[in-house]
């Protein structure tokens, strides 16, 4: 369906968002036109600005579900395991975290090279939602973690903790796989 989409005809939703009552578009974007045009005419600069991006969702992204994907392997019952995940979890948060900065100014540059499209696009909202959302998840699953250790020092036991763990651990996983394809159809789409 949306292959044989004609997007050289503008929506109703994008007429509705140019109208004089809302913020006028060409006017956001004119400020960026020398990045526009910089990015549009540069093929080195377009490529590392699109490299940046798709490796640092590669290489974030992967460590995060990488890890998530052991979290989920460890059974609340073993405290000797859950020790060991939450070592390996925290260790991985440094470079997922400057994946994510990464991911953001490479994304803004991406966005601020072609804004009048952007702003009027629904699949990039969706993929900002997503993100905010990914984000989110990530500071309750870092709480989550940090109590599951302090908990773990006290030698309580944690299993409706490492429960909620588990739910944030799949949300990630879930988000992550979302943000991704949300940006496959925004690149096709825009």
Known sequence: MLANYDWAVKP???AAIETEDMIDIHTLARPFEPWNSLYS???VISAAV???HLGSMFIGGGLAVAADRATLRVGAEHAD???RQLTEVADVHRPVLIGIALLFVSGIAMALADLE???ASPVFWVKISLVTLLLINGALLQRTESALRADADRGSSVPA?????RTFTLASITLWI???IAGSIL???S
């Open 12 to 14: 109703s939703w994008r």
């Open 41 to 43: 005419h540069s093929k």
């Open 50 to 52: 699109i490299t940046l």
């Open 81 to 83: 395991e859950r020790a």
């Open 117 to 119: 499209n952007f702003l």
């Open 161 to 165: 903790q490492w429960r909620r763990l």
């Open 178 to 180: 979302a943000t991704f």
């Open 187 to 189: 690149t096709n789409a």
